[in-house]
Structure formats: C-alpha cells, structure tokens
C-alpha cells in the first residue's frame, strides 16, 4: 500500500493516478473548457476512483469563486396549493452539480431591497444568481445587470422587453390555449376563466390565451371572467358567484391561472352536488402534486419545469464561462395533463 493511500486524497495524488501535471487537474476542476475532452474525462475518473473532494473555502480564496449560486426562495403561502417551485429547485440542484456548482438558498423579506444580493456579492459567498420572481416585475434583474453580475432568469423581463440577460419561461397562453381546446373537444361552450387581478403580468398572459382561444372558436368570453386573489377562497367565491345565474348563462367548464384556484372552483362544484368531469369540466394551472393526488384528480396545465433548470444551468455556464449566451429569451412549451375533473 502506497502512502497515499493512508489518508485522503490530494491535488497531487489525483495528477499521479491520472498521469498529468496538478494544473491540468486544477484546470479539469475550475476550467474544463480549457482541456482536451479525453484528458479531462482521465481526470475526473481519477477524482471518482481516489474520492477526491476539493476544499471549496481554499479554492475560493485563490480563485475568488465560491462555485455557488445564489436562489432566493419564498416563504410558504397560505390557502395554496401551489408547490410547484420544488420540482424546479430540485432539477436546478442536480443540473448545477453535474457541473460543478451547488446552490446557496436564501430568503429577502422585501423584493424590492437589493441587500441580501449585495451582501452575498460582497462576502464572495455566490458567483452567480438564479431569480424567479419576474412576475413582480423583479427590480434585482435590473440592479443586478447594471452592476455586471451574471444571473439568469426563470420568467421573462415582463416590465422591460429591451433586457437583454439570459431568461427561460414557460408559454402561459399557450398553456390555456391547450385547456380550452380539451374543453371545446368535450363538448363544452362556456367555459369561464377564473385568474389574478389585472396587475399580474404572468396572469394576463394566461388570461390572454382563454380569450383568444375561445374567441377563434367562436365562443363568448362575456360575463364569464372573475379576477382575484391566488387562493382557494378566492376559487371558491369566484364559482359560486359565476354559477349563481340562470341556468342558460352558467359556464359547463372552468379554466383557471394556478391549481389553487381549481381547487377553490372544486370546493363550490361540491357543495353545489355537481359532478367534475362529468356535469362541469375544472382544469388548472401547474400540475402540481396537490392536483395529482386530490380526489377527484385535476386537469392541469403542466410546466416543462426541469427542462427549465436544464435551460437555465446552460445560460450560466455560458456567462461564468464568459462564452456568448445567443438569444437571451427562450420560451417552452407546456402540456396538458388530462384526468378525471375534465
């Protein structure tokens, strides 16, 4: 037994037992681009085999680079179903590690400061940021950029379409557009929206595509809105109120802008005794674990979210790697996840 093999692996042992120099394993480690990929496949078998774990603090001592990236995340609300933001962290943690980064959380109780970006930036605690509060019209987005710090966006710049930072979104009219074809092919020909008030930029995008969709099908749209908060009690005022009208003016279906609100929709249909998916269609916004698992299970408008992180991990690497990023917007499309409230 060799001695190395008495206690952990270093730099050196690694560069021995893949037969290259320690710069070339530092530069496997900190700047892959930089190698041969056969050279750097040997390295990181050797780094597999041996267990090899650089130390981060001293690595970002001599590079200035923490290999973290910064992802604000919010507290949990109230009278929501919405989870959705989980399956988006979960794939952004494995996608950044598969490259050699890991992500730092971190909570800011008002969107609006620029604190708790400005002290992680000063203490070199993150080299990069993900934000997913666009739909607030994010004033980070503009801080950030203007002090030259890479970050990508889940959401689009809604507040200034000229931005030019890397964002990856989901098509929201698009999605609705799915909903209200399903409804129309079951047969429905009033279907009622039930989103956010008008300030919501994401929401009037959704809104856009029940409005356009049932307008080319020929469809009314009139006295079949309501508009309000992201809860369930909202949904369920929203329904009772849009469903207490003469019986030929009540909608045969909802289609609403999250799975908290079909919720809501589903809490009146059940006290009214109606039945979902067969005398009144639901579909939601989202496919969240809430809608696949409730009973009856919900319709739902499903967000390609790991292709999302996928999307976004990408966009960083290019900017960290101070490679051209191309189109600085890409928008994916969703589907529809069709069960028994539809």
Request: hydrophobic share 40%; glycine share 8%; charged share 20%.
């Amino acid at each position: 037994m060799s001695r190395h093999d008495e206690s952990a692996p270093t730099l050196a042992t690694v560069a021995e037992a893949a037969g290259v120099s320690r710069q070339t394993v530092s530069n496997a480690l900190n700047s892959p681009d930089l190698l041969r990929p056969e050279t750097l496949v040997r390295v990181q078998e050797a780094i597999d085999r041996l267990g090899y774990s650089p130390n981060r603090a001293a690595r970002s001592l001599r590079t200035r680079s923490s290999h973290l990236i910064g992802l604000r995340v919010d507290a949990a609300v109230e009278d929501s179903a919405n989870a959705l933001m989980d399956r988006f962290v979960h794939t952004l943690v494995e996608s950044t590690e598969v490259v050699g980064y890991h992500v730092l959380l971190f909570t800011a109780g008002d969107h609006d400061t620029p604190e708790p970006y400005e002290e992680l930036l000063r203490s070199a605690a993150v080299d990069a940021f993900v934000l997913t509060d666009t739909f607030l019209g994010n004033p980070q987005a503009a801080w950030l950029a203007g002090r030259g710090v890479p970050f990508v966006a889940f959401g689009r710049p809604w507040d200034d379409p000229t931005a030019r930072h890397p964002w990856v979104d989901v098509d929201g009219h698009a999605g609705v557009a799915l909903a209200v074809d399903h409804l129309v092919e079951r047969g429905h020909t009033r279907i009622a929206w039930v989103g956010w008030q008008k300030g919501s930029f994401i929401g009037e995008d959704r809104r856009s595509g029940w409005v356009t969709r049932l307008h080319e099908h020929g469809l009314s749209t009139s006295r079949l809105s309501a508009r309000g908060e992201d809860t369930l009690e909202f949904g369920t005022r929203a329904a009772h109120a849009l469903l207490d009208v003469a019986a030929e003016e009540r909608p045969t279906a909802f289609v609403c802008a999250s799975d908290t609100l079909a919720m809501g929709v589903l809490r009146a249909v059940d006290v009214l005794g109606l039945r979902p998916g067969r005398e009144l269609g639901v579909v939601g916004f989202d496919d969240s674990i809430a809608a696949q698992v409730c009973t009856p299970a919900l319709t739902s408008v499903r967000q390609p979210l790991e292709e999302v992180a996928v999307e976004v991990v990408r966009g960083l690497g290019a900017l960290l790697a101070h490679r051209p990023v191309g189109q600085p917007g890409r928008v994916l499309a969703p589907t529809l996840s069709i069960r028994s409230t539809s």
